[in-house]
């Protein structure tokens, strides 16, 4: 009887002392000086009402159809997940994440998402707003004062209506060839030092209307580098990705060129070799997993991830100088079809990487599809955000995608997605 109590004594200390010892490693995990999303409980952001979809068997049986029959029958590479508040609805991994078909994609391996890394440094940038450390009308000559744009702020970095020039075309237009040029990567302190040097002209007037351009968020990058006086890769772990749990997402380096999970070309599948603008960051370069970037979408459903009046800018037209569907909040795209449906979301394309990050506010749904071997078709999943909000375009699109299979062109696609459909209620 004394050695069973003497064991189960020596049992409850070992796991008492194993338990603080694993709080203490995440506690020294999330310690930053930075201001950071670690008061967010991913946990409890979501009550029984928000997980709850009626027709879900419906639904979830499109989805499955749309999976089969775009993903599995036209060899899509990459993850994909679709989740209803914190609870996946669908889930699916396909291909490799390395040449001769080697390391099979799953769960855990992380994927460029390419410019929805956008919408993760705007959050980042936006954190940096909240705790006074920056401001949205700050020019960007208040940071860099040789900066020859003194109306650029930083908010219409965000909101992409800076006018500044497109760096990867930039890059081409110099003549003669800059000494950086002659790198094996360039930086986003060289686009920057590129700007100052030769102060091209703006491709619009600054702030008169909405051009999308990778050089506002690669400079982003480098405003967080100098208020946080941190490098990028390590400021994003410590104000996003560490306090949120995406344990399997990073910014990538070079020495990351070996290892990182490679992007293909479409047949072949050959690897897409790196180019010299492969290391600029901010606009891009941010490798994850379709749940780890759930989390980030959670997150964002919760009331205290941003100050309100920051949150609701996120997701508000910011260029309305011509009247159409389409707009661009800060860091988030959006798609106004009336004044009740607006689906916010961003896409991505970088050399054999495509991705879709749809983030549905009324409906509190996830949308997520990297990938990771080129095809036009991984933007249709943002399609099915149709089965969720009272979006009668995205319906339509997913009911022309799938019509292109041979599965729906003989009735069972099409049936399917004609149930869910005719049973959604608003």
């Known amino acids: 009887m004394k050695f069973l109590l003497r064991t189960f004594f020596l049992l409850i200390l070992s796991f008492t002392l194993f338990s603080c010892k694993k709080d203490q490693t995440i506690d020294e995990e999330l310690k930053t000086a930075l201001p950071n999303y670690g008061n967010i409980d ?11 979809l009626d027709n879900k068997d419906s639904i979830v049986s499109a989805i499955d159809n749309y999976y089969k029959n775009v993903w599995e029958k036209g060899d899509l590479w990459g993850g994909f997940l679709v989740a209803k508040g914190d609870k996946i609805l669908y889930e699916g991994y396909r291909g490799y994440a390395q040449g001769d078909s080697q390391q ?18 705007a959050m980042a940038t936006l954190k940096l707003v909240e705790a006074g450390k920056l401001k949205l009308d700050d ?10 744009y003194p109306k650029v702020t930083v908010f219409t970095l965000l909101s992409q209506r800076s006018g500044l ?9 110099i003549t003669p060839a800059p000494p950086e040029m002659s790198q094996k990567y360039l930086s986003n302190q060289d686009i920057l030092n590129l700007l100052i040097q030769y102060k091209p002209e703006l491709a619009r007037e600054t702030d008169t209307g909405f051009m999308y351009c990778n050089t506002n968020y690669a400079l982003l990058a480098l405003l967080i580098e100098k208020v946080t006086k941190t490098p990028f890769p390590e400021a994003m772990q410590q104000i996003i990705f ?16 070996v290892t990182a999970a490679k992007s293909f070309f479409q047949r072949g599948p050959k690897v897409y070799p790196y180019d010299r603008l492969d290391l600029i960051y901010g606009d891009k370069n941010v490798y994850t997993t379709p749940r780890d970037l759930l989390n980030f979408s959670k997150a964002m459903f919760a009331k205290n991830f941003l100050r309100s009046d920051l949150q609701e800018q996120v997701f508000a037209p910011h260029s309305n100088e011509r009247p159409g569907v389409n707009n661009y909040g800060l860091g988030f795209r959006m798609k106004i079809f009336d004044e009740n449906s607006k689906l916010t979301y961003h ?5 054999g990487t495509n991705s879709v990050f749809a983030h549905l506010l ?7 599809a990297i990938g990771n071997k080129y095809s036009s078709r991984v933007y249709s999943a943002l399609a099915l955000s149709g089965l969720f909000e009272n979006f009668p375009y995205e319906r339509e699109k997913f009911r022309k995608e799938m019509e292109k299979t041979d599965s729906s062109k003989n009735g069972s696609g099409a049936d399917t997605l004609q149930k869910a459909n005719d049973s959604y209620s608003e």
Do not use: C
Request: no cysteine; net charge positive; hydrophobic share 35%.
């Open 165 to 173: 020039p497109k760096y990867e075309y930039l890059i081409e237009k």
């Open 242 to 257: 560490r306090p949120l749990a995406m344990k399997n997402t990073y910014i990538f380096k070079e020495k990351d060129t």
């Open 362 to 368: 009324k409906s509190n749904v996830t949308i997520i």
């Open 347 to 351: 896409n991505g394309w970088w050399h």
């Open 42 to 52: 991913l946990d409890n952001i979501f009550n029984r009402k928000d997980n709850h």
């Open 139 to 148: 020019p960007l000559t208040q940071y860099f004062p040789k900066f020859p």
């Open 104 to 121: 099979p994609i799953n769960d855990t391996m992380a994927l460029h998402v390419a410019s929805i890394s956008k919408t993760l440094t």
